[in-house]
DNA sequence: AAGGTTCTTGACAGCGCTTTCAAAATCTGT
DNA sequence: ACAGATTTTGAAAGCGCTGTCAAGAACCTT
């Protein structure tokens, strides 16, 4: 097991020349049973791996597919990234991620960094890198957005604002009347969609939308906690909460239960994504669905399929709310009104 | 801005030779301040960007550390891959992932893809992957092992034992006697050191070790959820619960719960790991804290050093003790036992 | 101004693999 | 057994870049 075999080590020990090695290796050629066995025996003997680099540079592609997310270690990218894993796997082709962080200019660079590996594909996840940006990437590679709609590319993501819908309506199924949202950050499409889906169930339901009832965080536990806080100190009176994500519900809950609330006898609580530990939260999170793992699935078969040219219809992925424990029906005798401390 | 810039194009339109290109490109070489320019404007004309298998190829590295997680979408992994992603940023090295999904065998191809895509180091998470294997693959390459101590090979991992001693005796301190412990896989070392380190303090204090107290679970939620009911339903008497990892106490929390069994009024509960979604729960948990991100983030600055062949020494990484809300002194008015229904 | 140094530069040979292309080997049919 | 059709095979030219090497330019020195 020397340092570096390469194929022409295998060739010489076979007694066959390169190109034969290689036709055998990657079956792109008839070859005689009797020298593909030597060469088979050879490469065994040698221990021999092709360089992928070499392979790469010579057919011009690298056989990875580049993945730009948001955030390695948020639990909603780590669901989808194993999705994307999921699909590759027993492919020729493997993932390579790069994080955007949430602003434009380190998408912009993570998007640098995968075209400059010569990543044969792309997926992106959610972000604000410029739709022409990707538009103009899309000539030279497949690309497939996710969480983003964007005319011309393939995209693949949940309807948010039928999401958000269905949360708000189940709140007030139970009888809620009074339901703050902790919206997500405006400048993102799912987050305002989100907030559009809350104001419809309100409205179709003849409830009044209140301003003072919704707090826009940013997607993270503790913007969820301030969101409560705030909404409490101002006075605020609700029964229910309908958070934009998971994250924000949990430091939610978190500020509800410092004071005392107790969810859902207190007050109801929904949330969006449903994050593995969602199910595990305590009490166990009603939430939106939002299919990560499908969903990284998905728009990793897509671009194998744009790879290959073939055609692939992406199953169509729905949001769907998944009741738990952390609602319940407004109490009847007498709503008990949270007020500040 | 062209399909595809070569440094020859580059070289061409500046009206110099390759190798000058090349030159300037990694100032590799001093080079004439007039040519220099014309090579820098004639790559920003042309929009050039190096092919880094080219590159590669010609180099024989690839700048690219291979990293082997157990898996990719775990809050765990999550952090540590944060800190490796971190920790090479600015570098021209970028992190490539594969998941071993806590089989030995699957390990084994993880590695095996890593190594044809001829990463340059390797950083192994946990596994088991035999100690020979790597010692093996460590003569080709820098190899840093993370949570699992080779001897002969870079190894960063954290005082389990220790860590399991504090949090137990964390629990001595409050009062409690009587301490169940969900243990992890005992496959794996990690695991049976925190077995042991609950296992000397209760020892230390004076208190008897009941295996009647002690179930063993994956280090997943679920498995904490069936512990407890284990634990319950053989009549096991219990005022805390020492989990060995976060994701089982999320688990033990729901299950007791669910039997209307208050965390931390009726039992006090400890983790392992500190989570980030740990200081979210409810009640925020107290946990042996695992500084995850540092773990990367140290790691890859160790394959650096080695890679470049400089000195680096990793600080310390300890397991500290993160006194949240889920422990509670044992009420002194009469233990209220725990019972099955 | 000539000889000696030191810099800057381009030609060229790879890195390990794929992929024409045409020669060599094998197989047809008569 | 032989011309012709059909494989199977190896030589060789890249893929885009780096790095050695020796030639040429620029600088000294006396």
Redesign the interface.
């Known amino acids: 097991m020397r340092?570096n075999v390469t194929l022409s080590d295998v060739a010489r020990e076979a007694g066959v020349s390169p190109s034969t090695v290689s036709r055998v290796i990657n079956g792109t050629a008839r070859v005689d049973a009797r020298k593909r066995e030597a060469v088979l025996r050879a490469i065994e003997r040698l221990g021999y791996?092709?360089?992928?680099?070499?392979k790469?540079?010579a057919q011009g592609r690298?056989l990875t597919v580049g993945v730009v997310t948001q955030?390695?270690?948020?639990?909603y990218y780590?669901?989808m990234?194993?999705g994307v894993?999921q699909a590759l796997e027993g492919t020729p082709y493997?993932?390579?991620?790069?994080?955007g962080h949430w602003r434009a200019d380190q998408e912009e660079a993570a998007l640098?960094?995968l075209?400059?590996?010569?990543v044969d594909g792309l997926i992106v996840m959610d972000g604000s890198v410029p739709a022409e940006r990707l538009l103009e990437l899309a000539q030279?590679m497949p690309v497939v957005v996710v969480g983003r709609d964007i005319p011309g590319l393939c995209c693949l993501s949940i309807d948010n604002l039928q999401g958000a819908y269905e949360g708000t309506r189940h709140l007030i199924e139970l009888g809620h009347r009074r339901i703050a949202h902790i919206a997500g950050p405006q400048s993102h499409l799912d987050a305002v969609e989100r907030l559009r889906g809350y104001k419809r169930a309100l409205e179709e339901a003849g409830l009044p939308f209140d301003p003072a009832l919704v707090v826009e965080g940013d997607y993270l536990?503790p913007s969820?906690?301030l969101a409560v806080e705030a909404l409490l100190t101002r006075g605020a009176l609700f029964t229910a909460i309908f958070a934009a994500n998971d994250?924000m519900a949990?430091?939610a809950?978190?500020a509800l239960?410092r004071r005392g609330i107790r969810v859902p006898h207190d007050v109801s609580l929904v949330g969006f994504d449903d994050l593995?530990?969602s199910?595990?939260?305590?009490?166990?999170l009603t939430t939106v669905r939002q299919p990560g793992l499908e969903m990284g699935w998905e728009a990793a078969r897509l671009v194998l399929a744009l790879l290959e040219g073939g055609e692939y219809n992406p199953k169509p992925l729905a949001a769907r709310l998944v009741i738990r424990e952390s609602t319940a029906l407004l109490r009847s005798s007498g709503v008990r009104w949270v007020h500040p401390d």
Not at 49 to 54: D, F, H, I, K, Q
Not at 71 to 75: D, L, R
Not at 279 to 284: G, I, K, L, R
């Open positions: 340092e791996r092709p360089n992928l680099m070499a790469g540079l690298s955030e390695i270690s948020s639990p780590g669901e990234l194993k894993e493997h993932p390579i991620f790069a994080s640098k960094v075209v400059g590996r010569q030279s536990e969820g906690l994250q949990y430091g809950n978190v239960y593995p530990s199910s595990y939260f305590t009490p166990p």
